[in-house]
């Protein structure tokens, strides 16, 4: 253990004399956190729209109004023809058409029905989607609207048996959306930002440990010396350990001041699987760090790992609607299962009972991965 506090005192040194690190490790997760959860927002709110009304009677009139106010739509063409709104999409001013044909009104009144256009660019597939279903759900809104005005209320009350009902039948629907009330996109993507940006710090700056002292040539007098590999190992970890424990609890912060979000679960159980994760993701630089020769080597083969945690951890995408083979891949990273506590936890206020499995796997991955670094370390004079 007297070697041990020795070799962490020296990274410790090591890390607070190197000036240009330590903006890596405590200045740029934080300014990332403030920035990212504003940009990655996958809510549509802002979907361009344009309007090829051939009939310009009184009730287009009212569905293009109800169209603009409805708060997911801006009008930014009003064209004659079909052909002038597609060349709005081909110049990117607009992403969906709605084509209201001539008799519109008419045919509503005489006939009781009438069909419309409905064109959306879907290179945008989730805008285009999601626009297509707002705008769905406006129009349906509007012909109930309708229906309301224009039919005879006996239709609703006789039925087919000639018995009298003296109202319509209704089914009323009132939503209620637990753990995320206000469909908050922040809510859902700060959590899982905070593990990937602790994951980029601690993995690249862990990778990048034992072979600079190869570089640098300290390793040969490390070597030398009666230091056991696996407190060579430990004292490694050690540090980055407590500074991404640091930087966790800063992103905490910064997700109560800035972003309002306040964990619902308990936060000793929180730090209790990140303790476990930090190791497993240190392992895991560690390792590739016994693996490469130089600083660039490590770099590369670590930014090509961290990279497919990122896309596969669930953070963006969710893994249940990933094929069957990137779902082997996203069970095999641990990312993954600390994305899923994180949201579980500070959303839903999960206990350990809850992310029992989860800790598990995670403390298996930190056995492996360390234990896998230890015995690649070649301790040779």
Do not use: C
Request: hydrophobic content about 50%; proline content about 4%; charged content about 15%.
């Amino acid at each position: 253990m007297r070697t041990l506090k020795f070799l962490l005192r020296k990274e410790f040194r090591q890390i607070f004399r190197n000036k240009a690190l330590l903006p890596i490790l405590f200045i740029l997760p934080m300014i990332q956190l403030l920035i990212m959860p504003l940009a990655a927002n996958f809510d549509v709110k802002y979907i361009s729209i344009a309007i090829v009304d051939k009939d310009h009677s009184t009730t287009s009139q009212q569905l293009i109004s109800k169209i603009g106010s409805s708060g997911y739509f801006h009008i930014t063409h009003f064209s004659s023809s079909y052909d002038q709104a597609l060349h709005s999409i081909e110049k990117e001013e607009a992403d969906i058409i709605l084509e209201i044909p001539a008799g519109f009104e008419r045919n509503l009144v005489k006939e009781g029905s009438q069909k419309l256009f409905l064109a959306a660019d879907a290179i945008n597939g989730i805008k285009g989607g999601l626009g297509s279903s707002y705008l769905t759900s406006v129009l349906a809104d509007f012909n109930n609207e309708w229906r309301i005005r224009w039919v005879q209320p006996q239709k609703f009350n006789e039925p087919a048996d000639g018995s009298s009902r003296s109202a319509p039948v209704t089914i009323g629907i009132d939503p209620v959306n637990w753990f995320n009330p206000h469909m908050d996109y922040q809510f859902f993507m700060v959590p899982g930002i905070l593990v990937i940006l602790v994951t980029m710090v601690g993995g690249f700056i862990a990778a990048l440990n034992i072979v600079k002292e190869k570089e640098i040539g300290t390793i040969e007098q490390i070597n030398v010396t009666p230091i056991k590999k696996w407190e060579f190992i430990a004292g490694k970890l050690i540090p980055f350990w407590i500074i991404g424990m640091f930087d966790f609890t800063i992103g905490l912060v910064i997700a109560r001041f800035v972003y309002g979000i306040i964990p619902v679960g308990n936060l000793g159980i929180l730090y209790l699987f990140l303790s476990v994760y930090l190791v497993a993701l240190l392992g895991f630089g560690l390792l590739i760090s016994t693996y490469s020769d130089n600083q660039v080597q490590a770099m590369f083969v670590a930014f090509f790992f961290i990279m497919i945690f990122i896309l596969m951890s669930g953070l963006f995408t969710s893994v249940d609607n990933m094929p069957t083979w990137a779902r082997v891949i996203s069970r095999l990273t641990p990312v993954t299962y600390f994305i899923e506590v994180m949201r579980m936890i500070v959303l839903k206020g999960s206990g350990f009972h809850d992310i029992q499995n989860q800790f598990f796997i995670e403390a298996a991955f930190a056995i492996v991965l360390n234990g896998w670094a230890i015995l690649n370390y070649r301790k040779t004079a």
